[in-house]
Nanobody
Framework: VQLQASGGGLVQAGGSLRLSCTDS????????MGWFRQATGKEREFVAG????????IYADSVKGRFTISRNRAANTMYLQMSSLTPEDTAIYYC?????????????????WGQGTQVTVSS
């Protein structure tokens, strides 16, 4: 499995970004997927997860109502649409493939990770 995250960048507070995560090996279509983030000096934290068919999504409380996770199984790509960004959202964002068909909030529920993409929100 090779996960490639992209779409990060610098954005002003209140702005939006869309992250993408593509599995170049096309082996994730039957697995849940998720997004995590790690800010400088902090632990990696769960952001959002999506089940294999997109039918079930979960979010961290800190991003509910602002972020939307989705996936296009045919394109082997997962997305994270982020809006109303704040400086507290600044972090490296990682995508991950779950061990099962459903996503979870714990990092141990995932066994493959992408390289991360930097999101910086300026005030």
């Amino acid at each position: 499995v090779q996960l490639q995250a992209s779409g990060g960048g610098l954005v002003q507070a209140g702005g939006s970004l869309r992250l993408s995560c593509t599995d170049s090996t096309r082996t994730s279509s039957n697995n849940g997927m998720g997004w995590f983030r790690q800010a400088t000096g902090k632990e990696r934290e769960f952001v959002a997860g999506i089940s294999w068919n997109g039918g079930h999504t979960i979010y961290a409380d800190s991003v509910k109502g602002r972020f939307t996770i989705s996936r296009n199984r045919a394109a082997n790509t997962m997305y994270l649409q982020m809006s109303s960004l704040t400086p507290e959202d600044t972090a490296i964002y990682y995508c991950a493939k779950a061990r099962s068909a459903v996503a979870g909030t714990g990092a141990d529920r995932y066994n493959y990770w992408g390289q991360g993409t930097q999101v910086t929100v300026s005030s």
